[in-house]
């Protein structure tokens, strides 16, 4: 009897990068407007900005496996640092009639400016790095913005009160989309498996801010509470997906140890 | 300070913390004492000590520039050289190894010989006293970058926060310039420098122009924030 032999495993296409930051910026803007016209609808919100981290995520995982000049916490603050530092500044501007669409624009062309730079003038020779860094920046930017606009109730970036919160902001954003490539295999991992685990941090980040919502006294406590339910409901969604994912390329464990009797 | 001025200090203070990378002896294999420099990457320890010449700036904020700026380059000195103290100490009575730099044959200031000192298979170790001295000035220009951007954030938007919110929103904007600038010189160094006696001192043009065109648009949205829209 002769066995056939397996057929190999089908090579999954990966999803391009820039097709999830245009799916981010889409599902960022009415997500922005939501938070902005009815606060209380902030949940919905939050939901629509899980796709920005994927896309910032996406991208380092991209970037690193070029073996970047600095490492992946680098890449992840430098990013953040470029859409952040866009959305922290636009609070001086006292008119929110250019918001989201000035943040994020600007935030993209910072980021693309760095990686013009890294490539161009340093040359880096990373291919897509102005593509890819514009992406995080991007995509930092929209979080920052959205997250700001529901603690302030709709009332945009002029009406936010709670720049305190800025560094814990800044570190989560940051953690948040650096971490997945360095949480599962690092270098060739599994595409798909790094983006779930970023959707897995993103949900506890932002029931994290969802939390801190709540106990600050000048945020709307609704729009808050409702982050944290869906966020939570989020996590343990995405978390046994990815606990799936994780487990497809794993291999059997056997029982290998002492005889039975024996202590061990 | 007007808005202007203000603008030009965010792209001064900008470049300045990117050349200050360049100074910093550190490298990620320094963990393993397999090479010159305190063990981590020069843009994550360059954005230590800025932040700590940010927190020194901000208990000056309200003094004059220089004594702002010259507080912030004393607070980021200070931590580096906590910083390379300590690291020194743990590798000379821990690990057993002599602070040796690779890139020199005797130490340009003490004349020390470096070479018989080197472990095996490694760059040198720790940090000898010309290395030392490159990370406190690396560390006093970064402290002055970053206080200068922070400087003129704050006076730029002084006039239309209150006092304590300025100088929270100016700290924040001030890290995110520093963070921005102080990652880009590593992709010249290439996550590892012996401050400025390394090779790459001669890319630091790189840096300079990398560093201002990103200052640039950095502290045109800040001032069209606060003055034009």
Known sequence: MTTQPSEPPVEKKEIPNYKLYLLAVITGIISYFIAALNPNLSFISIILIWPAFIAAAGCVEFLCRYGLGTGTSSIGYWGTACGATVVFASQFIETTAYSPFLEIAIATLLGYAAGFCANKIIKMKIPRIELNSAIIAGSTGII?????????????????????????????????????????????????????????????????????????????????????????????????????????????VVWAGYPEGVDH | MDPITGMIGIIIGGIIVG?????IPASAVGAMSAST??????????????????????????ESLPLVVLSGAMGSALMIICTMLLANTICAFGTGVAPVAGSYDKDPITGWRQKPFMSPGTDGHSMPTTTALSGIIGALLGGAGGSLVFVSVYEMISPILESTTAVTIAGMVGAGVFLINCVIPAYVLVGKSEGMTDKKMKL????FVSCLIVSVITAVFVYASVVVI
């Open chain 1, 144 to 252: 920052a913005l959205i997250i700001l606009e529901i603690f302030a109730g709709g009332a945009g970036m002029a009406g936010t009160t709670v720049y305190y919160i800025y560094p814990v902001m800044y570190i989560g954003i940051a953690l948040t989309i650096l971490h997945p490539y360095n949480g599962n295999l690092g270098a060739g991992e599994n595409q798909t498996r790094t983006l779930m685990l970023a959707m897995c941090e993103a949900a506890l980040l932002t029931s994290l801010f969802g939390f801190i919502g709540i106990l600050l006294p000048n945020t709307p406590f609704i729009p808050a509470l409702g982050m944290l339910i869906i966020s939570i409901i989020g996590f343990v969604i995405f978390v046994s997906i990815w606990w799936k994912r994780v487990k497809e390329e794993v291999y059997d």
């Open chain 2, 19 to 23: 050349i200050c990378v360049h100074f």
């Open chain 2, 37 to 62: 420099g305190i063990a981590t990457g020069p843009s994550m320890l360059s954005t230590g000590c800025g932040l700590a010449g940010l927190y020194a700036a901000g208990y000056m904020i309200g």
């Open chain 2, 204 to 207: 630091m043009h790189k840096t």
